[in-house]
């Protein structure tokens, strides 16, 4: 059934009410309808939606598994007491609601896993729904967790190639019995883009390296503390060692895919993950849960700061640790 469209408003943000960073209507910004990050074409007027004809720009960040929040239930914290004495809520510009939908049963554990094949799945229905909803000039990050190699952990990486366990930037699927080779190359702008927004988040490392991406964690990454290992320890240093010389600066499991994919169906992709410990160092990740959760938050800080920019938020420099509340 269709229903009637309510009149877009842009209500009022309560002061940290939203998180500093990643909110892409803070206060003091224009009016912006709430559903579109892009500011109004100008001369149109305060509120309006996003005419179809007006070219839409996305901005898709991607997450790779994070730790729960910090707060003891876990719950988002939505801070109007009016919805509490709602019989229904209609999530208009979505077409979901609370009484039309299960909202729980459909979104209340979406699990996303690791690697190639999940990335791959997630990527082939994102797109096609970007398509279908008529989205332009998409740009999507994968934001992540990495190993390093040679650098300090923490560190935040921009991918400026994606390579596969071979240090060769492709992507190597079968297909009808066949090996298909897809080239990996992301956007060389969006990297320099990027570079250029972390002197806004200057408390931790970011570095532009090749990122290599390989089909499993252990064996597959050069670990010794795999279930099965077929090496040695100087097997292992010999290989990460000859990694790091090919540009390697560090390791997951999805960049060569994602940049596969993205590349082909024309979307400007890059890759931001941190890393979780240095690799020529040691196999186990020992930081504490306090620190890996700080760290998980550097590659979304840094994209915050990508976004703002982008969006000409970015007056300040937004140096800003996100808040704990
Ligand atoms: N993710 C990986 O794929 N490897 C690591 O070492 C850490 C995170």
Redesign the pocket.
Known sequence: MERGRPPVRQQGLTEGSCHPELCLSPAPAPAVPPFCPVPPAPGAAPGAACAPAVPCRCLLALLTPFTSSPRSSGLVHIKNPHLETMDEDVLYHLDLGTKTHNLPAMFGDIKHG?GIPSVSIMLHELIKLLHHAKCRDVTIIRI????GLGVEAGSVVITDRAVDACFQPRFEQVVLGDVVVRGTDLDGGLVEELLACSKAVPDFPTLVGHTMC?YD?YEG?GRLDGALCSFSNEKKLEYLKRAHDAGVRN???ESTAFAALCGLCGLRAAVVCV???D?LEGDQ?RASHEVLHEYQQRPQRLVAAFIRRRLGLCAATGNTQPSSD
């Open positions: 690791m992540g967790t990495s190993g390989t964690f990454q390791i997951e499991m890393t979780l410990l690799r990740i």
